[in-house]
């Protein structure tokens, strides 16, 4: 969980990231990642709340410098999923580094304003058989 403060108040953000296939050599596994908003505190009236664009998604293999990246989405929910594959290309223990940047939007009573742009950046450790 992590504490975004915007311009007109605070958002909690929490990072879920999943392999939906196994890991193995000379296949690809996917990996998503989603982030939601789980609690926002908007203190101006005219602000209706906050959204999330994710810009970009990258990873990087520690083991043998792979990396994969993803390609930007174009809406603006309460939560947003991305799906990248990755090509393990031996079998060991990776340390997978997630590297996700965003945008925190202010939704106004007409519209919506760009409030600040974040990168965050997880490991994880995947054991590849």
Do not use: C
């Not at 939906?20 to 690809?28: E, G």
Request: charged share 10%; proline share 3%.
């Amino acid at each position: 969980m992590l504490l975004e403060v915007s311009s007109y108040g605070r958002i909690f953000l929490v990072f879920s990231i999943a392999n939906l296939t196994y890991p193995r050599t000379r296949l690809q596994t996917s990996y998503s990642i989603i982030v939601s908003k789980v609690n926002e505190t908007a203190l101006p009236s005219y602000i209706r709340g906050f959204a999330l664009k994710l810009t970009a998604l990258h990873i990087q293999d520690s083991y043998d410098g792979s990396t994969s990246a993803w390609a930007p989405s174009g809406n603006f929910p309460d939560e947003v999923q991305a799906t990248t594959l990755f090509n393990f290309k031996t079998s060991a223990n990776h340390q997978l580094r997630f590297t996700v940047s965003y945008q925190l939007y202010d939704i106004l009573i007409i519209g919506s304003l760009v409030d600040h742009s974040a990168t965050q950046s997880f490991n994880i450790t995947q054991n590849v058989v």
